[in-house]
């Protein structure tokens, strides 16, 4: 098993700290993971990006040209790294204020209303989640929730853990989105 | 009368201190230098200080001090011993750590380390010699030179269009919260040199006691660089020097 | 604290891993993409467990005269800094080198010259393998592709450092200092005594404890025929630690038809690249330095017999390579391939250089 993963879109989505829940639950899965962000202010054309991948064997480059998963989260992210997509592999993008949607017979693409979704949970601070949710059923691999609550865990701080089960909601809530 | 009859101990009028080695000093004759480094180590050896006491030496006149006085030192880039005695007190709290540094090396080079490690309040002591020149790299321009002082950097006489101000950095120490001791003192009179003596025991209680740093100047002479007699050395910075860095302390709490 | 398994950025690892060395204090100054080197520490506390002093300085300058005056005591201690702030470090570096005395350095190198940017490079590599600052000196430099090696090397770097009285360095690229991996943190080991210090290192100054001779910690010697005695010293000194200490990794060498040369996670995304060779049917090895100074150059010589061709990749315009050419002369085409001012090349990328520059030249 290996996934090659980028998530990609605005600064303030929750980008980077969704990439480190992500790692976190597959290091719980006892997967070799990497996380590799674009750090820096504005960042590559104004979008934060991170690089993560889960893996059964060691992992050579954290840094890669094309993806088995891009998850795209503004029309930046979509149009650089849509290309990006390995044959046969997968596109999930949120389709809140996108206007030129990917088009490419050769992987599949999920186009997720995550923002939406959201705000439907009322709390706009697990949209990121959301989109996890949507990865986690999209994805080949099917990292076990227990670990991905785990992942939670680990990542957040302590004084926040209270939070857990309305990150799990939102989790949930992505799953039904493709 | 013989010789060794006169040698004895009730004609005894002065000794070498402990500390101070048998070595011949690289000092010029009438530097400041030697007598300070009498008292620091009549100061160290009479407080029980020798097996705790780490000396930061300098780049310029007293790069050698560690030739001279019988304790541990470490000898520092120019400008930096404040740095250095930072972490050699922080590592081991239980020791005694003083710089000793000349107008070169606190003033100019090493004027951001000496500002930061009194204003953290280092548990140091900071001897300054201050004599106005370069004397080690052949009598330049120091940042205390006084104005209209000639130095082989400024021939005609420091100017203050071309180079400034005197820098009294003392005194800019002595505005620091982490500073608990600040005096200005010279060595050139047995009542000076009894004083400064008395100065740099009391910046080693401070160090002792971690009160903060503690910084003792002694205006000094250069007759060498300042291409003087001794004697006349002694008279022109009582002239000169003295209205420009007025002796006593200037902090003391 | 156990052996524990955790998932951190490789500056966060260096400040865990130090801790648990049981390094004695750690100085620095902030530049990215390094800080949280220092912001890790300042939050872990440790003077409250080991006892190890953290100290933010007003200066790099300041910073390295901290290090070298605790190395100077014995002490195990440490700083940290990237590309620019590296170059301010250099003059106490020599110091350090020159007086003996055991110290770490970490280099996150960022792009340069000047204040260049803050994506990752590794132009420092001259800078760290053949001085840096004045006179004949070496350190020895360790290059970590991994965030497991930021964690190793600071025990590694700290171990060597005080078995030859020579500083080492951590040369890192900003990948590895911002990257996150699984890491595996090394059980607390407890700081040395201040007794132990004193036998460990009975040349440190420290105070004349029960009436030894007085020890004088200086690179300062005006009789040239003395500073010649010194300086074979140190020569003397780098040649055992060539012997001894030269390490590097090879990875699928044996079969291969050409060889990719990289240090630090450049060899990783080389590794990468040959995967997707081998895919196309293409034979090609990695050599990977792990030391830097002291250069693998026997092992290099070695690996490139019978090969058709060697590309060195580096995030610079061509500065290892100048090692590599020296071991192998001109016996096969080397090659350089290079991204700078920050860029990352991809492994396509540096599958395409290897064949337009080697395979089909």
């Known amino acids: 098993m290996k996934e090659e993963i980028i998530i990609a879109g605005f600064g303030g989505q929750g980008v980077l700290s969704m990439g480190k829940i992500l790692a976190y639950s597959g290091l719980m899965d006892d997967k070799e993971v990497t996380w590799m962000p674009s750090y820096g202010p504005e960042q590559r054309g104004g979008t934060a990006n991170v690089t993560v991948i889960l893996s059964d064997d060691k992992i050579s480059s954290p840094v890669l040209d094309r993806y088995d998963v891009v998850i795209a989260l503004n029309q930046q992210s979509l149009d650089k790294f849509a290309p990006k997509v390995k044959e046969g592999g997968m596109l999930i993008y949120d389709t809140n204020g996108i206007h030129k949607h990917p088009v490419r017979e050769d992987i599949k693409i999920y186009p997720i209303n995550a923002m939406e979704a959201t705000l439907e949970l009322g709390n706009s601070k697990a949209y990121n989640m959301v989109v996890m949710g949507a990865l986690l059923e999209a994805m080949e691999y099917k990292l076990p929730m227990e670990n991905v609550i785990k992942g939670l865990k680990k990542s957040l701080p302590e004084r926040h853990h209270k939070l857990i089960p309305l990150n799990q909601q939102a989790i949930e809530k992505g799953r039904t989105l493709l | ?253 | 604290m156990s052996e524990e398994v955790r998932l951190m950025k490789g500056n966060e690892a260096i400040a865990h891993a130090a801790i648990r060395y049981g390094c004695d204090g750690y100085f620095g100054y902030p530049i990215t993409p390094q800080s949280e080197v220092l912001e890790t520490l300042e939050e872990l506390m440790p003077w409250e467990t080991t006892g190890m002093v953290v100290l933010q300085a007003e200066s790099e300058v300041a910073a390295i005269n901290m290090v070298y005056g605790g190395a100077a005591s014995g002490k195990a201690v440490m700083t940290s800094s990237s590309s620019p702030g590296v170059s301010l470090k250099q003059e106490g570096i020599s110091y350090i080198a020159a007086a003996s005395l055991p110290a770490l350095i970490l280099n996150v190198m960022r792009g340069g010259p000047g204040l260049g940017t803050i994506q990752p490079s590794q132009a420092d590599y001259f800078q760290a393998v053949k001085g840096g600052g004045h006179g004949d000196y070496h350190l020895i430099v360790l290059a970590p592709s991994t965030v497991q090696e930021m964690v190793d090397f600071v025990g590694l770097g700290f171990d060597l450092a005080f078995k030859y009285c020579n500083p080492a360095m951590i040369l890192a690229d900003g990948i590895v200092g911002q990257m996150m991996e699984k890491v595996v943190l090394p059980e607390q080991r407890p700081r040395r005594t201040d007794e132990e210090v004193r036998q460990q290192c009975p040349w440190a100054a420290n105070g004349r404890k029960d009436g030894r001779k007085r020890n004088i910690v200086t690179s300062l010697e005006l009789e040239s025929s003395r500073m010649e005695v010194i300086n074979h010293e140190l020569q003397a000194r780098y040649r055992e630690i060539e012997k001894n200490e030269t390490r590097w990794e090879e990875i699928g060498v044996e079969d291969a038809d050409y060889l990719l040369i990289a240090f630090g996670s450049i060899a990783r995304i080389c590794a990468k690249a040959q995967e997707m060779a081998a895919e196309k049917g293409v034979k090609v090895g990695i050599v990977r330095p792990i030391t830097l100074w002291p250069f693998p150059t026997e092992a290099i010589a070695k690996a490139a017999e019978g090969k058709k061709g060697i590309l060195v990749v580096e995030l610079n315009a061509g500065q290892m390579i100048e090692d590599v050419r020296l071991a192998v002369h001109d016996r096969l085409p080397v090659e350089h391939f290079g991204r700078m001012g920050g860029i990352i090349p991809s492994p396509d990328e540096v599958l395409e250089a290897l064949e337009n520059k080697i395979i089909n030249r």
């Open chain 2, 1 to 253: 009368m013989d010789i060794n009859e006169i040698i004895c101990e009730e004609n005894k009028v002065y000794s070498k201190p402990e500390l101070l080695d048998e070595v011949h000093m690289h000092y010029c004759p009438g530097c400041s230098h030697g007598v300070v480094h009498k008292l620091v180590a009549e100061v160290i050896a009479e407080m029980g200080l020798t097996d705790k006491t780490v000396g930061v030496s300098p780049v310029g006149c007293a790069v050698f001090a560690y030739n001279y006085i019988d304790v541990d030192w470490v000898e520092a880039a120019h400008g930096r011993a404040p740095a250095v005695a930072t972490a050699l007190s922080r590592l081991w709290p239980e020791n005694v750590v003083f710089t000793y540094q000349g107008d070169g090396d606190m003033s100019a080079i090493g004027t951001a380390e000496t500002i930061h490690a009194a204003n953290r309040g280092e548990n140091i002591v900071m001897i300054f010699v201050n004599n106005a020149i370069y004397g080690m790299t052949g009598g330049q321009m120091a940042p205390t030179t006084l104005v209209g002082q000639k130095t082989a950097t400024t021939p005609y006489g420091r100017r203050v269009d071309l180079n400034g101000h005197p820098l009294e950095i003392t005194n800019l120490m002595a505005i620091l919260d982490g500073t608990c001791y600040v005096t200005r003192q010279s060595v050139h009179t047995p009542a000076a040199v009894r004083k400064t003596k008395a100065c740099l025991k009391k910046a080693f209680e401070n160090a002792i006691a971690k009160k903060g740093t503690s910084v003792v100047e002694v205006v000094s002479t250069c007759n060498s660089g300042w291409k003087m007699s001794p004697e006349k050395a002694n008279k022109w910075m009582e002239e000169n020097m003295f209205p420009k860095y007025p002796l006593g302390d200037l902090k003391n709490k």
